[in-house]
């Protein structure tokens, strides 16, 4: 079984910035892909960044060159680091992790950004 558990969300100022961690743990021996999904109220859940074992990227178009997503594969963890922050980016963010057939996820972390 996988874990995922996400940390950083809060609240901030447009204009600001907003780094988040998501740490996987468990029986992972390996993984393809591990990424950040948003979910704002009224709203589907929304592809944020992903990256893959190969460093490969993919952005939504709303926030790329603002994000930036990263890794640390000795520690299962995913980064990702959010600039220039709108109001609009107000969700919550969930770290999902793919291996394969499986796909996890964690439990979501709550961004605001005030106007």
């Known amino acids: 079984q996988v874990q995922l558990v996400e940390s950083g969300g809060g609240l901030v100022q447009a204009g600001g910035s907003l780094g988040l961690s998501c740490v996987a743990s468990?029986?992972?021996?390996?993984?393809?892909?591990m990424g950040w999904f948003r979910e704002a109220p009224g709203k589907q859940r929304e592809l944020v960044a992903t990256?893959?074992?190969?460093?490969?990227?993919n952005y939504a178009d709303s926030v790329k060159g603002r994000f930036t997503i990263s890794k640390d594969n000795a520690k299962n963890t995913v980064y990702l680091r959010m600039n220039s922050l709108k109001p609009e980016d107000t969700a919550v963010y969930y770290c999902?992790?793919?291996?394969?057939?499986?796909?996890?996820w964690g439990q979501g972390t709550q961004v605001t950004v005030s106007s």
């Open positions: 999902n992790l793919r291996n394969g057939p499986f796909e996890y």
């Open positions: 990256i893959t074992s190969g460093l490969s990227t």
């Open positions: 468990g029986r992972i021996f390996s993984f393809n892909a």
